[in-house]
């Protein structure tokens, strides 16, 4: 590949510019905006895989790096790169874009809704590739806007309440994150005379403890109204149910990572010594989300909602293997942010199915729907499972290293987790066994079979599902570097070193 | 006998003046006169169009000169002329170009306004050119009295803009009120003139920063007392809580393109003047005033936001959005550095579009009569008039500070400055007015891109009983966030179905504003670089 | 010797604080104008004392544009009654609350 | 030949993708037979495999084989291998035969089930997952095997998902199993951060490491891990609602091979059982009381299926009895017997249900013997193989296990006796009532005039008669007398130090011998006498054994109810309330005080003038206060 | 404080105690008369107390312009209107319908002389410097033509600013005083004399000179600024 040509600015592009192109096509026959919609993000995953295979895998730093300055007098630039944390996540976007678009149709006003949802893609990809502070946040906050404007207008009943819930609570949150963004680099300014927003160089600004913990909160207060953590989770559910399905499938498996994202970049990275001072705060409140997750999952008889709270204890799990500061769980928080994408994307996709259906998402309103349609049930089945955490399907695999991970520095919070991986057997069995067994009534028992497009959508999800899960090597192998890195970057700024796992037990002492 | 006693030989000369320094000021002014006397010139049919054409032209010259000011400023460096009456800087220079171009677009919408209402037109622009040239002399002033003199051209002349729609009692009475006001603000403000200039012995804005930096007058009462008159001035023109209460009503009454003006020309001139003098006089005092803005801006940026939620006409709620906007510039005045400067500057440029664009929509949307401006009559406005619905969502948002647009820079420079100036809290404060501010912004786009209808056949998504409280409870908390459903006259209603006819000037208008704010929110390097070097002539 | 220019000052402070008082508590829009016209006074009763303390001349020039600035207020405030008086016979002030909250 | 070993998990994988790919269109019968074959090459391949075995010395016949690494992070390096020795060759054996048979005995029985080759899909993936648990070097790798037949097992119970109960027993079977599964996986947490790896030869190796503490905890948490799966106190009672499954699945799944995984995995984790007695006393109790309780219950129960899964649970628990003595050995060769005339019982329980229509109610059949005397010639050799009566396999296996006990603890071993008599008693009364006796099962018949009563297909039978003779002679498995030639000697070099062995004189073994064989025939007989001519004996079946002692009453009083209250709570009170409740609250707060704040704005323009003046009230003040306060 | 008082001349005293006594009592005036007239021809008494004043302070100029603009000009348009509008009806006084206003108010006015006097108590009241924009009495010159000269120097941008000040009187005054074209307000009848002056010779009368005819003061203040140009 060319070394000097601008991928990720390509990237973040093409579905930018095919927004505007959706926009300015003018009144055509809703397939062809479908189409174009389509082709542009297909284009963009074409992109996207091969800046991944082209990513050097054993390189820790930032890859396909482009810096231009873009307001200097404000000290922000064009500044974007991925290393193996990042791409992933770039890739999760661009697979499950396509996917929305063919799999989670507008019922109306087609042109719009595609255009805002290519828009999305950009300003998702756009996040995930930033490496300047400022850039990162314009990304982060542009997310909202079509996000918003994807629920209120192709949303249901409370769509209105829904979305601005979702718009203002974020928005609050990344207030705190823009305050956090400049008082760093007005730090970092006044120690170097250098006003820069570029994440690699504002790592190493000397913060004091009182002020790295204030500018955490800041920035962990932004990010986790969006992973969304217990207790911010609130405007999730609703935006959750209200949202189209495609919108559901991007904010719960794009757009809620950029939350999950920001942590492990930006709180980590910046703010390595607060990160471990807080970590049991963040790591209470991620077991109690895993806990509480699947508690209140419990008691939901909607299937959207149920899958919300199912998220919370996800992304629950997530900050856990985050703030274990372990290699071992951050790997696993990665990895489980791209499994819990293509999971949760696949859940949306099959309840947007089933609604097209049988208009409703109430389990008791669903009952039997295995008979009359085996596929959808089975390939919900792989999808829950997968959700559940069985071995052998991708969300195994990171949730182990989540909980292995975190029961190396912080062994009862792993504990309490660990528990939490019962309650999602007990609500989503429960859910599947509400919707989909027992004997069909009349009207269900005439609901169609997955369709051929259908089928072509959730294919790839179920294939990458069992692939992640069977041999996640080559992502693990990818992401190891990056996260080695920024591990001994926490472990130089703070002096605390992991628990060392012997590779060869013969080698170990007694162990801490 | 007075000049018998004067003596033949004592001859007054009159001070050099460098006539690019004042140019903008006398091409607003003479060619509002001029357009005065050729108003009637012109057939009566013309006369409308004739008076837009000119004024467009008069306020493009003059934004032709302020660029040539520019180029002056940054090959020769600013400098003071008529006695250091006038000062020429980037600062007055970024003023001028505000101005002229928000009088240009001011003239754009204003004209199919005039021919909807069936108003003539020609006074107003005038009156709206005179103006004009007051924002810019309050930008350019160096000297206490031509503040209050640019001060009370600005204002008095927008008393009469406000009052001009004589078919609309709301114009009338916001007339008065804000003259009343005014009046009463204009007053406090020679006062505090009076006592500054007793405590400094001038009224030159340079001299009073040299009296004060020679002299330790820290804590002078009448010095004090004086400068908090001033602040106060300053404080009502801009609107700052709590000297804010004439603001929505007045945005309300007045008709609405002289509110888009308002909002953006008076509060640049207020600000400019109070930037001026805050931070280069009384930058030595900066230790007593700065606790003082800290606090109205604190106030004004809650209370901003806080009121604006619970509006239901559209004037009054992006009145009290302007509210909160001032709050924000208040974070530049409060840093009192160079940065705080130019990021205020940047905010109230930027403003000025976002605000003129808004209220040129509103305008049109008032529809004949210029009555309806209950927000539900943005209901589907999406619908049936997608470019202009997807235009004013954009300048809201925009003003609630999405990335991309310029909204975002000016409230990330504010930030910038204020962290800079070690006012953590106060930006905090902002961002959460900020978010508060978002809530209503999106309730109008929700409107406008919800159905048309109060209630539409929703997908039938059967309750959960076993949720009937809390989903009961959500209904209820909907309503009282008056999210769900926003009940409207019938009137309203029947008014709102159909098309709204879209002058082609407003259209332009609203086009130059949604283009400056997004492309220079995508491209900010030319427009933060233009504000970075507007800088103050000089800095305590 | 003439009077202490303090003892000037302290009128030209009492009168502006009467002037306030009245805005407040008259209701009759003139009646209102009118005390804006004696914090006016007041003020410029405030610049000639210490026109005088100072032995400055800027302080009476002022005084001059001062009274220039109220001429042209009273014009156009007066001619906002008229315009408003032409709809509402009545020249108070609390008549007029149509806009609020 | 021990390189081909990976074709045992390799060939059923390869069953179930074909099936998944081509299942539909193969159709029944041909989906079975691919099915059927998959798991026979299984089989072969594992006789291939144990010949190679054989062939290695005694101290040598341990294989391993790395195929690929599956997660390397960090410490934490997983790699997917198989470990070959006695103990996995022994288990994949029976696994995969008796695996064998009864796929072949599902071709017959599953015939016209709309969703046949999904039965033969999960089937296959079942054998798979139970040989990889099995075979697998790795905890994490077993763990996976682990799951999967769990899951396997939440298919198949459910299978027949258009019933309520099914579909329920197959979720209650799942999340019993889960809270099983969390012990594994804080066991896995445990070894891993002590020991650093999951490798099971390595933590074998190193075990000694893992400290007093840890290792109790491990071994704790293991046998969690271990009732879930192997259906122990406290976590039994899934497996009686698991009967809901096809009887195929009940036998292979719920009788022979996944339920004994909870066993085979403290087997293999034998090293560090070891190192702990106080974890093994607590697997001993618990393994001796679920084997009574079991017993008791099943005594009682009125499905003939129930019965067999009662006294599934209480076979399992001798076995876990065993292993909790150290007696892993007798382990195995009750669990090998047990799966051989388990599987047949439940074979022959469905062969009857299969003649009957679907009925399962030991009320309703008696005096099959006639009808189906394939059936009842089989079955016969079943019940006298698990009452224990010699020379069949199960006397001599329970006979090894209960000899080990006794010089443990003599209170669990008479623990143990009396079970063996209960045993005996239910399993006898369970013949009684369906073979013999009045034929009380007219009604069944009647509404299948077209189809009378009759005996299974040929390929039903088969494995009915394999069993029944390998139940017959199982025994010679591991005769007592010939310890250097079965079982034991094949086991022991796997076990090493950690088997306890027992040194007592021939002359207590044989009385232990003679008490096995007399409780089996006292057992026999009381049932025999009770049951013979009455079918509805109240007095002998009260509800506490009915009910199963209300362990369902009281999990669903303390646990179920209360937690669903709890998640109702949590999501009304705490998540609608509380949690949204502040953001709404918040948010009517800012309306509301605006609103109070908007009343300010009275529309008085005089008001707001004294707003002003207030304000610059305040301005001058704060300002002059600077300069009296200064 | 009282000392310098006494230092006075007794004239000097006299006028200063009288000229307060009548500012403060128009004042008064303003603030209580029931009648507008009345409010306004205090509002005289109190100009003329200034006025006075200010010839005690030597700014005669001043004090002559005040009388001309302030009660000649100024006070006149205001009864001019109020007589226009018929609206020299009494207001009563003694009460006050909105709430809490008044007592609020005379609060701060009393917390506001509090504050007045304590700082005149306190503090110097003048400490600027001196002469900055040219003595009062430089050169022995009068005080017009001292006035003059700073206007034309000094200030002499702000002077031309003015302009600007009375072309919005003008325009104002039109604007506002002009009948509404379709009539639905109440003057349907034929303009009555509405200012006629205004409407009548301001329209072609501009440039920065400013129109004379808007108010009395103002031909005075242009023709005294001509004056002292030509001078």
Not at chain 1, 252 to 267: E, M, N, P, S
Request: proline letters at 4%; aromatic letters at 10%; charged letters at 10%.
């Amino acid at each position: 590949m060319v070394v000097n040509f601008p991928y990720l600015t390509v990237l973040v592009l093409v579905p930018a510019g095919g927004a505007l192109a959706v926009a300015l096509l003018g009144r055509v026959r809703r397939e062809v905006h479908e189409l174009v919609g389509i082709g542009v993000s297909l284009v963009t995953l074409a992109f996207a895989i091969a800046l991944t295979v082209a990513l050097h895998a054993g390189d820790p730093g930032y890859q396909f790096v482009s810096h231009h300055v873009w307001a200097a007098s404000i000290g922000v630039s064009w500044y974007v790169g991925v290393d193996g944390i990042s791409i992933f996540l770039v890739l999760l976007a661009a697979v499950l874009f396509p996917l929305a678009l063919a799999g989670a149709r507008a019922r109306s006003d087609a042109r719009s809704f595609v255009g805002w949802m290519l828009l999305l893609e950009a300003a998702c990809i756009g996040s995930f590739v930033s490496l300047d502070l400022v850039l990162f946040f314009l990304f982060f906050e542009l997310t909202l806007v079509p996000a918003y404007f994807l629920i209120s207008g192709w949303g249901f009943e409370r769509r209105a309440y829904a979305a601005v819930k979702f718009f203002v609570y974020t928005f609050l949150g990344s207030a705190f994150l823009l305050v956090g963004i400049v008082v760093i680099a007005v730090v970092h300014q006044n120690q170097t005379g250098v006003l820069t927003f570029a994440l690699p160089v504002l790592e190493h600004t000397h913060l004091s403890s009182a002020t790295g913990i204030l500018l955490f909160l800041a920035f962990t207060a932004a990010f986790a109204v969006k992973a969304p953590l217990f207790p911010l989770h609130t405007w999730s559910p609703d935006a959750y149910a209200e949202a189209p399905a495609g919108g559901s499938i991007i904010l719960a498996a794009v757009l809620a990572k950029l939350g999950t994202y920001g942590i492990i970049r930006f709180d980590l990275n910046l703010f390595p010594q607060a990160s471990r001072t807080l970590a049991p705060l963040l790591l209470t409140m991620a077991v109690v989300g895993v806990l509480y997750g699947a508690l209140v999952a419990c008691a939901q008889s909607d299937l959207k909602r149920l899958v919300a709270y199912s998220s919370l204890a996800q992304v629950g799990f997530i900050a856990l293997g985050t703030f274990a500061l372990s290699t071992e769980g951050l790997v696993g928080g990665v990895l489980l942010m791209v499994n819990h994408g293509l999971v949760t994307a696949a859940f949306f996709l099959l309840i947007g199915w089933i609604y097209d259906r049988r208009k409703s998402w109430q389990v008791a309103e669903l009952g039997g729907l295995q008979t009359p349609a085996p596929l959808l049930a089975a390939a919900f089945t792989v999808v829950m499972l997968a959700s559940i955490g069985l071995p052998g399907l991708n969300g195994f695999v990171s949730e182990f290293l989540v909980l292995a991970g975190t029961f190396l520095t912080h062994r009862w919070w792993a504990v309490a987790a660990t528990v939490g991986v019962i309650g999602a057997a007990l609500y989503l069995l429960w859910a599947y066994q509400q919707a989909f067994h027992g004997r069909p009534r009349p009207a269900v028992a005439a609901t169609r079979d997955l369709g051929w497009t259908e089928r072509v959508v959730i294919a790839p999800l179920i294939v990458l599902i069992v692939l992640l899960g069977v041999y996640p090597k080559p992502v693990i192998d990818r992401i190891t570097p990056a996260v080695d890195r920024l591990v001994a970057h926490v472990e130089q700024v703070t002096h605390v070193h992991q628990p060392e796992v012997a590779t060869s037990p013969g080698a170990r002492g007694s162990r801490p | 006998m007075i000049a018998a006693a004067v003596a033949a030989n004592a001859t007054i000369h009159v001070p050099a003046i460098r006539y690019l320094a004042i140019m903008p000021v006398i091409i607003l002014l003479g060619g509002a006169v001029l357009l005065l006397a050729a108003q009637s010139l012109v057939r009566r049919p013309l006369r409308l169009r004739f008076a837009t054409v000119s004024t467009v032209v008069i306020s493009l010259s003059a934004f032709g000169l302020a660029w040539w000011q520019w180029a002056d400023v940054m090959d020769h460096g600013p400098y003071t002329t008529i006695a250091h009456a006038v000062v020429t800087d980037g600062f007055s220079v970024l003023v001028t170009v505000l101005v002229t171009s928000a009088t240009v677009l001011f003239a754009l919408v204003a004209e199919g306004y005039l021919a909807r209402e069936g108003i003539e037109g020609g006074e107003l622009h005038v009156l709206a050119l005179v103006s004009a040239s007051g924002a810019i002399l309050m930008g350019q002033a160096n000297d206490l009295v031509i503040v209050f003199l640019g001060l009370e051209i600005l204002s008095i002349a927008l008393y009469v803009l406000t009052a001009y729609n004589h078919k609309r009692t709301e114009s009338g009475e916001a007339g008065l009120k804000y003259f009343v006001l005014g009046g009463f603000s204009s007053a406090v403000f020679v006062y505090g003139i009076a006592l500054t200039y007793g405590a400094t012995g001038t009224t030159n804005l340079a001299q009073i920063a040299g009296f004060l930096s020679r002299n330790v007058l820290v804590h002078d009462g009448v010095l004090l007392a004086g400068m908090s008159l001033l602040l106060v001035g300053f404080a009502f023109k801009v609107a700052a809580v709590p000297f804010h209460m004439w603001t929505p009503d007045v945005y309300q009454g007045a008709p609405s393109p002289v509110t888009g003006f308002m909002a953006a020309v008076a509060k640049a001139g207020g600000f400019a003047a109070f930037l001026r003098v805050f931070v280069s006089s009384f930058g030595v005092l900066r230790a007593d005033w700065r606790p003082i803005v800290y606090v109205l801006a604190i106030v004004t940026l809650l209370l901003g936001a806080g009121l604006a939620v619970v509006q239901r006409d559209i004037k009054r709620m992006l009145a009290y959005s302007s509210i909160n906007h001032a709050g924000f510039v208040l974070l530049g005045l409060q840093a009192a550095s160079a940065a705080g400067v130019s990021a205020a500057l940047y905010y109230l440029f930027a403003y000025a579009f976002m605000v003129i664009g808004s209220f040129a929509v509103v305008a049109v949307i008032g529809r004949s009569g210029d009555m309806e401006h209950d927000i539900a009559s943005y209901r589907g406005l999406a619908r049936h008039q997608p470019v202009l619905a997807f235009a004013f969502a954009l300048l809201l948002l925009a003003q609630a500070g999405v990335p991309f647009t310029t909204g975002f820079l000016t409230k990330f420079q504010v930030v910038v400055a204020s962290v800079d100036g070690h006012s953590v809290p106060l930006a905090v404060v902002a961002m959460g007015s900020a978010a508060l501010a978002a809530f209503f912004y999106l309730r109008v786009t929700v409107l406008m891109y919800g159905p048309e209808r109060a209630a539409e056949p929703v997908p039938a998504a059967a309750g959960g009983a076993l949720f009937a409280p809390a989903s009961e409870l959500r209904t209820r908390l909907n309503a009282a966030l008056l999210l769900e459903d926003v009940p409207a006259a019938p009137r309203v209603v029947a008014a709102a179905t159909g098309r709204v006819p879209v002058p082609p000037l407003a259209a332009l208008a609203i086009g130059i504003c949604v283009l400056v704010t997004v492309v220079f929110g995508v491209f900010p390097a030319p427009l933060v670089d233009f504000a970075h070097k507007a800088t103050l002539l000089f800095l305590p | 010797m003439s009077i202490p220019g303090e003892w000037y000052l302290i009128l030209a402070a009492a009168l502006f604080i009467l002037g306030a008082l009245g805005l407040l508590v008259r209701r009759n829009v003139l009646v209102m104008f009118m005390c804006i016209e004696l914090m006016l006074n007041a003020a410029n009763l405030t610049f000639v004392t210490y026109s005088r303390m100072l032995g400055d001349i800027g302080g009476q020039v002022v005084v001059f544009f001062v009274l220039v600035v109220a001429a042209a207020e009273v014009v156009v405030g007066l001619g906002i009654v008229v315009a408003i008086f032409r709809r509402r016979a009545s020249s108070s002030a609390d008549d007029l609350n149509a806009l609020k909250g | 030949m021990l390189h081909l070993a990976y074709l045992m998990a390799l060939l059923p994988l390869a069953g179930f993708a074909v099936l998944v790919a081509f299942g539909r269109r193969l159709g029944d019968p041909l989906a079975g037979w691919v099915g059927t074959v998959a798991v026979f090459g299984a089989f072969v391949v594992a006789c291939i495999a144990l010949g190679g075995l054989w062939n290695e010395p005694a101290s040598a016949r341990h294989f391993t084989e790395n195929y690929f690494s599956w997660i390397a992070v960090g410490g934490l390096q997983v790699k997917v291998g198989l470990l070959l020795d006695p103990l996995s060759m022994t288990m994949c054996l029976f696994v995969t035969g008796v695996s064998a048979l009864i796929h072949l005995y599902s071709i017959g029985y599953m015939k016209d089930d709309p969703e046949y080759s999904k039965f033969f899909i999960y089937l296959n993936l079942f054998v798979f997952s139970m040989v990889l648990l099995v075979l697998s070097d790795n905890l994490l790798v077993t763990f996976v095997g682990w799951e999967g037949v769990g899951v396997c097992s939440y298919f198949l119970v459910a299978f027949w998902h258009e019933r309520d109960s099914a579909a329920s027993a197959g979720k209650k079977a799942f999340v019993y199993n889960r809270i099983g599964d969390a012990g594994f996986l804080i066991a896995m947490f445990l070894i891993f951060s002590k020991l650093g790896t999951l490798d099971l030869p390595t933590i074998f190796a190193h075990r000694h490491a893992l400290g007093g503490d840890a290792t109790t905890a491990v071994a704790l948490l293991l046998l969690l891990a271990a009732t879930g799966k192997s259906a122990q106190i406290p976590l039994f009672n899934w497996l009686p609602d698991a009967m809901e499954g096809p009887t195929p699945v009940s036998a292979l799944i719920h009788a022979a091979t996944m339920v004994t995984a909870g066993v085979y995995l403290l087997c293999r984790m034998n090293s560090v059982l070891a190192l702990t007695p106080d974890a093994r006393w607590v697997v001993a109790v618990i393994g001796g009381v679920t084997a009574f309780v079991a017993a008791t219950i099943a005594s009682t129960q009125q499905d003939i299926k129930k019965v067999l899964a009662f006294s599934t649970v209480s076979q399992i628990g001798y076995m876990t009895l065993a292993v909790g003595t150290g007696a892993y050995i007798a382990a195995i060769f009750l669990m090998v017997a047990h799966a051989f005339y388990k599987a047949l019982l439940f074979l022959g329980a469905g062969s009857i249900i299969h003649g009957l229509h679907d009925e399962q109610d030991l009320k309703r059949m008696g005096g099959l013997a006639r009808v189906l005397p394939w059936t009842y010639a089989t079955f016969l050799a079943a019940w006298l193989a698990i009452a224990g009566i010699p020379p069949l396999a199960g006397f001599w296996a329970k006979g090894d296990v209960l000899s080990n006990v006794f010089r443990k603890s003599p209170a669990l071993w008479a623990l143990g006796v009396v079970t063996a008599i209960l045993t005996a008693y239910y399993m006898t009364r369970l013949f009684v009532l369906a073979f013999r006796g009045d034929q009380r099962w007219a009604h069944a018949v009647s509404g299948h005039a077209h189809e009378p009563l009759h005996e299974c297909p040929w390929v039903m039978r088969i494995p009915l008669v394999v069993l029944a003779v390998a139940s017959f002679a199982g025994g010679i498995l591991d005769l007592p007398w010939v310890h250097t030639a079965g079982l034991s000697s094949w086991l022991g070099p796997v076990f090493g130090n950690s088997l306890f062995v027992d040194h007592e004189g021939a002359g207590l073994q044989t009385g232990l011998a003679v008490i096995d064989g007399v409780a089996a025939v006292v057992g026999l007989s009381v049932a025999w006498w009770a049951w013979r001519r009455e079918w509805d004996r109240p007095a002998l079946v009260p509800a506490f054994l009915q009910r199963v002692w209300y362990w369902d009453d009281f999990y669903d009083t303390v646990i179920g109810r209360p937690g669903q209250v709890l998640a109702k709570v949590a999501a009304t009170a705490v998540d609608g309330r509380v949690i949204d409740g502040a953001v709404n609250g918040a948010a009517t707060l800012v309306r509301k005080s605006a609103s109070g704040v908007r009343r300010l704005q009275t529309g008085y323009v005089r008001n707001y003038a004294l707003g002003i003046v207030l304000g610059l009230a305040a301005v001058v003040a704060f300002l002059l206060s600077r300069v009296w306060w200064s | 404080m009282s000392a310098p008082m006494l230092a006075a001349t007794v004239p000097d005293s006299l006028t200063f105690a009288i000229s307060a006594a009548v500012i403060l009592a128009g004042a008064l005036g303003v603030i209580t008369s029931r009648n507008a007239v009345h409010a306004a021809l205090s509002l005289v008494m109190t100009l003329f107390g200034v006025a006075v004043l200010f010839i005690e302070q030597q700014a005669s100029f001043l004090a002559a312009v005040q009388i001309i603009v302030y009660a000649g000009a100024i006070v006149v348009l205001f009864l001019f209107v109020i007589m226009f509008l018929g609206v020299d009806r009494r207001e009563n006084v003694a009460e006050e319908p909105l709430r809490g206003q008044r007592p609020l108010a005379v609060l701060l006015v009393a917390v506001a002389m509090g504050g007045v006097i304590a700082l005149g108590v306190s503090a110097h009241w003048a400490t600027g410097a001196h002469a900055v924009a040219g003595s009062t009495t430089a050169g022995h010159h009068s005080n017009v033509y001292v006035l003059g000269k700073a206007v034309f120097t000094t200030y002499l941008f702000a002077f031309e600013a003015t302009a600007a000040l009375l072309v919005i009187a003008v325009v104002g005054a039109v604007v506002l005083a002009k009948r509404p074209r379709s009539g639905e307000s109440r003057g349907e009848e034929p303009a009555g004399p509405e200012e006629p002056a205004v409407d009548g010779s301001s329209a072609d009368d501009e440039g920065p000179g400013g129109p004379p005819a808007l108010v009395g003061g103002g031909a005075s203040v242009t023709g005294a600024a001509d004056h002292g140009g030509a001078g």
